[in-house]
C-alpha cells in the first residue's frame, strides 16, 4: 500500500497541506472592507442624528423662552388710560422743545448780528 503524501482527515478525506488560501483571504478582505464601511455609515448617521437631536432641543428652548416672555407681556398689558397719559407726557416734551427751537433760532440771529458787526467795523476799540 502506497502511502499518500496527503495527511486523512477525519471523515477519511485527504487534505493537501499545501491548499491555496488567496481566494478566501481576497473575500475576508472584501467582506471586512463592506463591514468597515457599514460601521463608519452607522457612526456618521448616528452623529448626524445626535446633531440634530441637539438643535432640536435648543429651538425648544427658545421656544420656551419666547413663551414666557409673551406670556409676560400678555399679562402686564398697558390701559387706554395709561397710554393717553403718555402720549399727553410726550406731547408736553414735544411742546417744549419747540419752544426751546424758537429761543435758539433768536440766539442764532443774535449772533449772526454781533458776527456781522464786528466783521464790518473790525472791531475798532
Known sequence: MERNSATPNVK???VDPKTDYSAW???FAVAQGIITAAVAVYAWLCNCANAR??????VR??????GTRVT???NCTISHRELGAVYDRINA???Q???MDGKMDAIAGAVDMIQEHLLNSGGDR
Do not use: N, Y
Request: proline share 0%; hydrophobic share 35%; glycine share 4%.
Open 97 to 99: 422743545v419747540s419752544k
Open 12 to 14: 477519511g478525506r485527504s
Open 72 to 74: 409676560k407681556l400678555e
Open 53 to 58: 437631536q441637539k438643535d432640536m432641543e435648543e
Open 25 to 27: 483571504q481576497f473575500w
Open 61 to 66: 428652548e427658545a421656544m420656551t423662552c419666547i
Open 93 to 95: 416734551v414735544s411742546k
